[in-house]
C-alpha cells in the first residue's frame, strides 16, 4: 500500500511555529497527541462485520473488557448494527490485539502500543495489557465519517507517555460523590490515558468509608454519605480493569474535624465540641500527635484499610496544619520540649515519621502534601507538591526542589481545577518546563495530579469543573513537551469533550438542566445566551472566606449552570483580538452577530416569569443587552459621540460588579472595541 | 384564619365534568391528587429560617432520611441558603412531623396522612412513619413562587391511596442497568408516592443477580453484568427508606436460556447448545420439570436469594412457556402420561405446585404472570394479570376474574409502558371499572403495575421511557377512580415531569444527549423540531419479531431521541381540532406558526454534515417541509388548487411510511386541514 508519510518527530526542542505547519495535528482528533504518528491513505469501514480478536489469552480481564467497552462505543457512536459483539477468536477479527503480558499496575507499568490501521485489517500491539486498552482509546478516536460512512482513519502510531502518574483527584468530603459519579470519571479518565485515581476520602466536612474497626467514623461522621467495604472493593477492581491505579487519602493530623466528631479523646483540645464542619476552611480540630492512643488508632485503622487500596501509595494529607490547638495545649508544649523538638513543623515531622513507619510495616509507602517535606523527614516519603505563588510560595511549587532532594514526586501546583481558572491556563503548566534534571532526578518526577476539591461541586456540576479541562491536563502529563500549540489543542478538545458525553459525563447536559431549574421550566434561551459569556468567579471569589455556602447550600444556582472559558466569550474575544488586528468586514460582521444577539436577548429575558434565582439576573441582562445595541450601532454608523462612551464606560463599570457569584468575561474586549472605534471612527459631541 | 373552603368531595360517581368545574385542580398542582383537599388563603414563606423537627423519636431512620431529603431538594429548587440542613428539636423546627408508629412495609402498611400548611406553621400528621414520608411529597408539590419569594401554598389535606399496591417493574435482563438507574428511579417512584419495585432479574437475556450457591449464573449466564448481592441489599434498603417494597422475580420455567447456559443439565433438551440469548422474543429452552435436580437447584436458589429480599412476595415469572422442548422430550412425554397431566399446562400447573411449597416453607408467598392461574393451581397465589386484547384474549385481562375466584391480583395489562403508548391511553386504563365486586373480592385486587420491559431500552433511554407516563399511572393507583379529566392531568403532569428532572431522571435531557451524538455535535435545532412531530413505533413494531435489534446493538438513533406524546403534535393537534370546531383566527394563527416551524425547517437540516446517522431522516425532514409549506400558503390564500391537493396527498402518503423507526404523528391532523380546505376554501383547477 502506497503511504504518504508524514512523521511527526517529537523531539525536546520542537517549536511551536513547527508544529503549526504540521496538517497533522489538525487531521487527526487525537488527545492525548501520541509519541509517534505516521498518516497513512487507508480506510477502514466500519461495518456489521467488524470483529475484535484477542491474540493468545483472550480470558484475560482487561483487554476483555475494554474490547467490549470499544464495542459498545463504536456502536453507539455510529449506529452500526455489527453482528459480533464480543471478542471472538483468533482467526476471525479485522481488529487483532497482541499483548505479551499481563501487567500489574504500578510507577514501572508499561503502557506503550503500536497501532496499525490499514484498509482490511487493524492490528494493536504492546508490551502489556494495559498498553493495548491505551490503543484501544486511540483507535476510538480515529473513527471518522463521511455522508456514507464511518470509517477508521489509516494511521500507524507507536506511543508511550511522557509522565508514569497521571491522575486527577477528587474530594469526596466537602461533598460526597456516589460511586456512579466516580465510576464515569474513571472512565473519562481512561478515554484519555489517565492512570491515578487520587481519593480524598477524609476531611473536616465528612469521613466517607466504612470502618469495622471504627464504626463511629463512618456512623457519626459522614450523615450516611459514606462508601461501604465493598463499594470501595468494587471502585478499585473497576478502575483496575481501565488501568488506573487508585491512591486513598486519610488527611492527618489536620482536616481532622471528621475523625475528631466520632473520636474525640485523640483530638489536641480537651473539652472541645468537635462536629462536622459544614463550611469551608481551615479549622482547628488536630489529633494529638503526642499520645499513644492516636498511633494505635492510626495503625488499626491503616491496617484495616490497606487490604481495600492494594496500590504502594498511601496518602496521609498533612496539609494545612496550623496547630493552633498544639499551641493551646499545655501536655503537647511538654512534649515538644522533651523530645527537642522546637516548632509545630518539628511535631508534625514527628508525626509524619511515626505514621511512615507504620505504613512502611503494612508494605506502604508515604505520600503527603507539600507541608510533610521538613529537613528530618525521611526521602522515602513522596512530595504531592500543590503550595506556589497562590501561598506566596515561588511558581511551581516544591516539585523541582523535592526531585533534587531524594523525594519521588507529583505536581498539583498549577492543576488545580477548582480554581475555576481557564483550559489555557493549565496547559501552559509544564511540570518540569526549562529545569535540567539528572536522570536519577527526572525519573523521581513521577507525574501531576489535577485535583477537584468539591467545596463548590456537587453530582449535579461537578463533571463540568473537571472536563474538559482536565483532558488538557492529561495531555500535558501523556504528550512531549513540545506538543503545545493551544488553539490546536483547543479544537482536537472540542472533539473530546463531545466524545465525553457519549461516555455519560455530564458536563454539557447539565447546564440546560440548573437552567430549566432556575425557571421551572420555561424557555432557557435567554439564559443561555447569558451563561455563554458569564464564568463563575474564580480563585476563590465565590464563597469567600468559607463562610457563604454551607455543604448544604444551594449549588442550582446560575453560577453553577456557568463553566470556565464561557464558549461565547471565547469566541467573541478571540474575533475582537483578530479584528485589532486587521479589521477585516468579515470579522466585524461576525462580531456585529454576537454585538446583536446580545442586544436582542434581554427583549427574551424579560419573557421570563421571574421568581427569586432569575430576578437578581435581571439588571446584568438589560446592561449586557444595552451596551451591546450601543456598539452595535457605533459601528453600524462608523460613528460614536461623546455621551454614548460615557454611557458604555458606566454600563461596563456595572457590569464588574460580580452579580451572583459570576462574571461577565467580555468586558475587556468590549472595552477594546470601544477604544478602536474612538480612535478610528468619527468621535461627535 | 379565615378559610375559603372548596372542599373536593370523591365519589365513584363524581362525574368528568363536574371535576372541570372545580378550581382546585387547576391550583395545586398534586399529583396524585389527595383524597381530600381544602384550600386556605396561608402562605408559609420559605426563607433561611425553615426547619423541620421529627417530634417524638428522631432517630427514625425513615422520616429523618426523607427530611434531609426534602430539605435538598427544597434548597435545590428555591435557591434559598437555610440555616439547618438536618432535623432540629423538637420545640424549634417550623415544620413539625408526628406519626405513631414505625411501619412494616407489606400490603397493609398504612400510608394515610394529613398536612396543613398555614402561615408560620406545617403540620404533617401520619399513622406511620410511611405516611410521613408520603406527606412531606405533597409537601414539595406545594411550592410555588412569585417574583420576590418562594411559598407552601396553604393547604389542608387528608390523604391515602386507593390501592395498596402501586408499581413499577423494571427489566435488567435484556439490557442490564446499573444500581444508579434503579436508585434514581425508585426516587421517582417515592415522589409519586408508588410503593412496590419489581424487579426482573433473570430471562433468556441475562441472571442479573450474584449466586454463591450456584456462581456459574452470574459468571457464566450475565456478561459480566450483575448485581453482588451487596448491591442487592442495599437497594432493597434504599428502597425501603423510601417505603416502597422489593419483589424479585426469577422467570421460570420458560424465559430460561441464561440459567441453562450456566447449567445445562436443568434443560428439557440434551445436547441443545444453551446460550444467552442476543435477540428478543419468546425463545424454547425451558427447564426440566419432571427432574429432581430442577427443584434442588430452584430450592437452593431460591433459600439464598430469600433473606435478599425480605418482602412476602416473590415473583417466579410463568410466562410464555409454550412447552416445545418438553414436546420433543419423550421421558418428558412419559412423566405426562405416568402423573396424569394431559397438557403442558398441567406440566407447568405440576411445576407450579412443587414451586409453592418450596416458597412456602421459605416463608413466602408464590406470585406469578396470569399464565399460571390454571384449574389446579391452589389460591395461594398471587396473579399478575399481563394479557390482554393484545394477546387475543378479553380487555382488562383476567385480574377481575382472578379476584373472584380467590386469588390475590395486580394489574399490568393496560399498563406496558414498552409499548409505546400514550400517558391518555394509560391513564384512562382503571383495574376495577365499572364492575361490581364483593369487599372480599375488592380486597384481592391489590393493585397495579406499569411494566418497563427492555428489549429497546438502555440506561441512556430507559427514563424517557417510564417517565412522566408513569406517573399519570401512579395517579390512577393512588387517587379516586373519579380523579380523571385528562388535561388537568396533563397540566399537573408538566410540573411533576419537571419535578423528576430535578430528581436526576434524565428522560429530557437525554433527547439532546442522543441528538448531539447523531449529528457528532453540530446543531441540533431542526432535529429537535423533528423530534417534536415523531414518535418511536408503537406495540412493537420496532423490533419486528425480535430479530432487528441485538441487545448491542445502537439505541443511539433517532427513534431513542424521540419519545411517546410528542410535544409539539399534541400541541398541535388539539388545536386541529380546536380550529375544525371553531374555525378561530386565533387558532389558526397558531396553526400556522407551526406549519411555518416545519416548513422552514428543512433549511436548517440542510445545513448539517450529514452522516449515515442523519442522512435517513433527509427525505422526511424534506418532505415535512414541503407538505407544511403547501398547506401554510393554502390558509394564507384560502385558495387551494387540485394538482396541490393531490401533492399533499402523496407527501402525507410518502411520510406514513416509517423511516429510523419512527412515525410521523401529525399526519391525520395534516390531512384534517387538506379537508378543511377543501370544503371551505375556494378549490381551482
Redesign the interface.
Known amino acids: 500500500m502506497k503511504k504518504i508519510i508524514f512523521l511527526i518527530l517529537i523531539l525536546g526542542v520542537f517549536s511551536r511555529n513547527a508544529f503549526s505547519q504540521t496538517t497533522l495535528l489538525q487531521e487527526y482528533n487525537l488527545l492525548p497527541w501520541p509519541k509517534e504518528i505516521t498518516k497513512n491513505s487507508a480506510k477502514f469501514i466500519i461495518n456489521s462485520g467488524v470483529a475484535v480478536s484477542i491474540m493468545g489469552d483472550d480470558s484475560q480481564e482487561r483487554v476483555r473488557?475494554a474490547t467490549?467497552n470499544f464495542?459498545?462505543r463504536l456502536?453507539?457512536?455510529?449506529?452500526?448494527?455489527?453482528e459480533e459483539?464480543?471478542p471472538v477468536a483468533n482467526d476471525r477479527g479485522n481488529i487483532k490485539i497482541t499483548f505479551n503480558s499481563v501487567a500489574e499496575l504500578n510507577i514501572q507499568t508499561d503502557e506503550s502500543y503500536q497501532l496499525h490501521v490499514s484498509d482490511k485489517e487493524i492490528r494493536i500491539h504492546a508490551k502489556t495489557d494495559v498498553g493495548a486498552i491505551r490503543a484501544l482509546n486511540t483507535l476510538l478516536q480515529l473513527i471518522t465519517?463521511?455522508?456514507?460512512?464511518?470509517y477508521f482513519q489509516g494511521a500507524d502510531i507507536n506511543d508511550a507517555p511522557r509522565f508514569v502518574w497521571r491522575g486527577l483527584m477528587i474530594d469526596v468530603s466537602r461533598h460526597f460523590h456516589?460511586?456512579?459519579v466516580i465510576k464515569r470519571n474513571l472512565e473519562a479518565m481512561a478515554s484519555v490515558k489517565m492512570n491515578v485515581f487520587h481519593w480524598h476520602l477524609t476531611d473536616d466536612q465528612g469521613f466517607r468509608v466504612e470502618s469495622k474497626v471504627y464504626p463511629k467514623l463512618h456512623q457519626l461522621a459522614s450523615?450516611?454519605l459514606y462508601y461501604?467495604q465493598?463499594?470501595i472493593k468494587?471502585v478499585v477492581a473497576y478502575a483496575n480493569k481501565l488501568g488506573i491505579r487508585v491512591i486513598p487519602e486519610f488527611d492527618v493530623p489536620g482536616h481532622a474535624s471528621a475523625i475528631l466528631t466520632a473520636y474525640p479523646e485523640l483530638g489536641s483540645k480537651d473539652g472541645y465540641h468537635y462536629a462536622i464542619e459544614?463550611f469551608s476552611g481551615v479549622f482547628d480540630p488536630t489529633l494529638d500527635p503526642t499520645k499513644d492512643i492516636t498511633y494505635t488508632f492510626l495503625e488499626n485503622l491503616f491496617s484495616e484499610m490497606v487490604p481495600l487500596f492494594p496500590d504502594t501509595y498511601f496518602h496521609i494529607g498533612g496539609d494545612e496544619n496550623e496547630g493552633k490547638h498544639w499551641d493551646e495545649n499545655e501536655e503537647i508544649q511538654k512534649f515538644k520540649k522533651q523530645h527537642n523538638l522546637t516548632s509545630n513543623h518539628d511535631l508534625q515531622t514527628y508525626f509524619n515519621i511515626r505514621l511512615e513507619e507504620i505504613l512502611n510495616k503494612l508494605g506502604k509507602k508515604l505520600m503527603g502534601w507539600d507541608e510533610i517535606m521538613t529537613p528530618n523527614m525521611p526521602t522515602t516519603a513522596v512530595i504531592h507538591s500543590w503550595r506556589g505563588e497562590n501561598e506566596g510560595l515561588p511558581k511551581g511549587g516544591s516539585l523541582i526542589s523535592a526531585a533534587k532532594q531524594g523525594y519521588q514526586t507529583v505536581l498539583s501546583n498549577g492543576y488545580y481545577i477548582d480554581r475555576m481558572l481557564s483550559i489555557k491556563h493549565h496547559y501552559t503548566v509544564d511540570p518540569i518546563g526549562d529545569v535540567v534534571l539528572t536522570p536519577e532526578q527526572r525519573a523521581r518526577v513521577l507525574g501531576g495530579e489535577a485535583t477537584m476539591w468539591s467545596e463548590l461541586v456537587t453530582p449535579?456540576t461537578i463533571d463540568s469543573r473537571i472536563w474538559p479541562r482536565t483532558a488538557a491536563i492529561a495531555e500535558r502529563f501523556w504528550s512531549a513537551q513540545s506538543v503545545n500549540d493551544i488553539d490546536n489543542m483547543l479544537s482536537r478538545l472540542?472533539?473530546v469533550s463531545?466524545d465525553l458525553?457519549?461516555l455519560?459525563i455530564t458536563h454539557?447536559?447539565?447546564k440546560?438542566?440548573i437552567l430549566?431549574?432556575?425557571t421551572?421550566?420555561q424557555d432557557i434561551k435567554s439564559l443561555e445566551v447569558l451563561s455563554k459569556i458569564c464564568e463563575p468567579l474564580k480563585i476563590y471569589k465565590r464563597n469567600k472566606d468559607g463562610v457563604e455556602?454551607?455543604?448544604?447550600?444551594?449549588?442550582?444556582?446560575f453560577a453553577d449552570a456557568c463553566v470556565v472559558d464561557a464558549e461565547d466569550a471565547l469566541k467573541f474575544n478571540n474575533l475582537v483580538s483578530q479584528f485589532i488586528a486587521d479589521g477585516g468586514m468579515e470579522v466585524q460582521n461576525a462580531l456585529l452577530d454576537y454585538l446583536s444577539i446580545w442586544s436582542n436577548n434581554h427583549e427574551e429575558f424579560r419573557k421570563l416569569?421571574?421568581?427569586?434565582?432569575t430576578?437578581p439576573l435581571e439588571n446584568l441582562s438589560l446592561n449586557v443587552s444595552e451596551v451591546s445595541g450601543l456598539l452595535f450601532e457605533i459601528f453600524q454608523n462608523r460613528e460614536v459621540s461623546k455621551k454614548t462612551i460615557s454611557e458604555i464606560n458606566q454600563y461596563i463599570e456595572a457590569l464588574k460588579q460580580p452579580v451572583e457569584d459570576v462574571e461577565v468575561v467580555i468586558l475587556r474586549d468590549l472595552n477594546y472595541l470601544l477604544n478602536y472605534a474612538e480612535e478610528n471612527f468619527k468621535v461627535s459631541e
Do not use: C, W
Not at 456502536?75 to 455489527?82: D, E, K, L, N, S
Not at 465519517?145 to 464511518?150: N, P, S, V
Not at 455556602?549 to 444556582?557: G, N, Q, R
Open positions: 473488557n467490549v464495542l459498545r456502536v453507539t457512536r455510529t449506529g452500526i448494527f455489527i459483539g464480543f465519517h463521511d455522508a456514507t460512512d464511518y456516589p460511586i456512579g450523615d450516611g461501604t465493598e463499594q468494587d459544614r449535579r472540542k472533539t463531545f458525553e457519549e455519560g454539557i447536559r447539565n440546560a438542566v430549566r431549574s432556575m421551572h421550566n455556602y454551607k455543604t448544604f447550600s444551594p449549588f442550582s444556582l416569569d421571574l421568581n427569586p434565582k430576578k
